[in-house]
């Protein structure tokens, strides 16, 4: 099918669903190699609710050329990607409520791997004990987004990217670090500050990481930077009932 006929075709299909702006993403979709049978899958997987926040935020956030080329052909990865995009954008968990943040960052990884460049290694170390926490989940995945954005800056191209959980002192610990350039203590002095950045004119907004103080504050946690031997630390604590609360049983079970 010429690709003329396969946009208007996706946009028939969009418009049919309650998909906004079909006219915008069918083109988008097209350009990319996605079909109606793609959108079938997907919607399959991801169900009418999520449908519609899906399939924009794949086509405005995660550069959709690259992505759906990898996916198209595959229904067991559009699942994961589709999973993962409902997972990450909270469709429909807005308030707050018991959250695993291994889970939120392995969510985050996924849906940003098409700008993990081949060579930065990414290591997950994720503590086994780690309980959930009271959170907005949707805004977790934002913070994780920014500070994911701002290591893989930091690398241009090339290092080692961690991502680490644990537990200390009734807090969930969480580190993002690079194995970049690093930060100057003038630059760490004022790397939360708003609209600071380092980057080029037209390369960055200097929000991250002062959206992420933000975040991290409205959930009673703290945010810092550790600078350590080849390595920059993202460090975020974020309060939590301890483990033996989390399986203490619940009022008038069998203790």
Not at 12 to 19: F, I
Not at 192 to 215: M, N, Q
Request: charged letters at 25%; proline letters at 4%.
């Amino acid at each position: 099918m010429a690709l003329a006929d396969r946009e208007d075709a996706l946009s028939d299909w969009l418009a049919g669903h309650g998909v906004a702006q079909d006219w915008v993403l069918g083109p988008e979709l097209a350009a990319a190699g996605a079909d109606v049978d793609w959108c079938e899958r997907v919607a399959a997987v991801a169900g009418e609710a999520a449908l519609a926040a899906g399939l924009e935020w794949v086509a405005s956030t995660l550069e959709t050329t690259g992505l759906l080329a990898e996916v198209k052909d595959s229904t067991r990865r559009i699942s994961d990607l589709v999973a993962a995009v409902r997972s990450y954008s909270q469709l429909d968990r807005a308030s707050m409520q018991r959250t695993d943040v291994a889970e939120g960052l392995e969510s985050t990884l996924m849906t940003l791997a098409h700008r993990v460049p081949a060579g930065v290694t990414v290591v997950r170390e994720y503590a086994a004990d780690v309980p959930r926490i009271q959170a907005l989940a949707g805004e977790l995945n934002q913070l994780w987004t920014h500070l994911v954005d701002n290591a893989l800056d930091a690398m241009d191209g090339a290092g080692t990217l961690r991502v680490r959980t644990g537990w200390e002192r009734s807090a969930v610990v969480v580190e993002v670090g690079d194995t970049g350039a690093g930060m100057t203590e003038e630059v760490r002095a004022h790397a939360f500050d708003p609209f600071f950045t380092t980057k080029g004119v037209g390369e960055g907004t200097g929000l991250g990481l002062d959206i992420s103080r933000r975040i991290v504050e409205r959930h009673g946690g703290d945010i810092g930077i550790d600078p350590r031997p080849r390595e920059t630390v993202l460090r975020v604590r974020l309060p939590s009932v301890g483990p033996a609360a989390r399986a203490r049983p619940a009022a008038g079970t069998a203790g």
